[in-house]
């Protein structure tokens, strides 16, 4: 079984900067990818970013074009944990954020919530 725990949401003002971490806990952590994904009341999850995870190649990334140029997904495989530096908020970033990790798989993953596991969530919440 794996753990995720999200941490570094909070209430922002557009404009403003946030970074999310995503600590892994549990199993031996070896995903395939992670991912981060957000959701608000009423709406199905999104798709934000993904990342590969592989210890033996560099990381390919997606993003959702909402957040391109100004969120940034990263991953640190020693500590596993996963980022998410998010610049220039914007109200419509409003959320709950969420992180997750996939165990099979080849290349980025699609940009679905098709993942095997994930966090409680962080809410992110912009103000204009």
């Known amino acids: 079984q794996v753990q995720l725990v999200e941490s570094g949401g909070g209430l922002v003002q557009a404009g403003d900067s946030l970074r999310l971490s995503c600590l892994a806990s549990?199993?031996?952590?070896?995903?395939?990818?992670m991912g981060w994904f957000r959701q608000t009341p009423g709406k199905e999850r999104e798709f934000v970013a993904a990342?590969?995870?592989?210890?033996?190649?560099?990381?390919?990334?997606d993003y959702a074009d909402s957040v391109k140029g100004r969120f940034t997904i990263s991953r640190d495989n020693a500590k596993n944990t996963m980022y998410l530096q998010m610049n220039n908020l914007k109200p419509e970033d409003t959320a709950v954020y969420y992180c997750?990790?996939?165990?099979?798989?080849?290349?980025?993953?699609?940009?679905?919530?098709?993942?095997?596991?994930w966090g409680q969530g962080t809410q992110v919440t912009v103000s204009s």
């Open positions: 549990g199993r031996t952590f070896r995903p395939y990818a």
């Open positions: 990342i590969t995870w592989s210890n033996w190649s560099g990381a390919s990334t």
């Open positions: 997750a990790a996939k165990y099979s798989g080849r290349g980025v993953p699609p940009p679905v919530p098709s993942y095997d596991y």
